[in-house]
């Protein structure tokens, strides 16, 4: 795995190829024997983060299932690209975790994922 770039402030810079929304959903994770029920912190087309106070090691892969509501069930492997154990200034424990391999039907399951919950966060609802 590549290394981080790092800005003058010793920040790491931004890597997202995709703009990240907030969502009120949960999703499965499961890895080997382990399965989390977990809240999604924020969603993209690229990836998610699921809050967790037991996040997987980094480069673990998964198998994420969410969606329901007026889309239907999306299921998709996923890789985690970082962790956080415990909650620090920049946010709560959990993991980002990047979608692999999506056909252009999950892909498009995913976008309309993403569309209702933009609209459940949009103003005045």
Known sequence: MAAAHRRANGLPTE???HGRIPSRQRAWCESD???LYARIGNLSEG???LQTNTPLAQGRRTLLRLGGGEAKELMAEATVVWNRERRVESGPPGMGLRFEGLDSGALA???????EE???FAPGT
């Open 118 to 120: 933009q609209r459940a």
């Open 15 to 17: 890597n997202r190829k």
């Open 109 to 115: 399951l995913l976008r309309r994922i993403i569309s």
């Open 33 to 35: 024997n382990i399965t």
């Open 47 to 49: 990836g998610m983060f």
